[in-house]
């Protein structure tokens, strides 16, 4: 796990994973509830040119494309935790998500 394969991690306890990703459609529907960010940009901060890394990925979001079922992306970590936190769930652990991968 990780860049140091000599730590080793444990889980604990147990945990479920969603069997499918979050849908544009789901999104949506929590945004519109005014409880997620809007998700339909992508910013470039530690690209070289941001402006040109944004307007290049940004066309290629999901929720742009009107296509409400297929997987939500355009969003980071906390916007993921938000909308996870708004359906009574939260992100697993880098563990867990290696675990299950």
Avoid: H, Q
Wanted: charged share 30%.
């Amino acid at each position: 796990m990780g860049p140091d394969p000599g730590v080793e991690t444990t889980i604990s306890k147990d945990y479920y994973l969603d069997k499918f990703e979050v849908t544009v459609r789901a999104y949506k529907e929590c945004f519109v509830k005014k409880k997620c960010p809007k998700a339909d940009l992508v910013l470039g901060v530690d690209a070289s040119d941001p402006a040109e890394y944004s307007r290049l990925w940004s066309s290629r979001c999901n929720a742009r494309d009107g296509t409400p079922d297929s997987p939500m992306n355009c969003v980071d970590a906390r916007a993921a935790a938000t909308f996870c936190i708004g359906e009574g769930k939260r992100l697993p652990t880098e563990a867990e998500w290696e675990f299950a991968a």
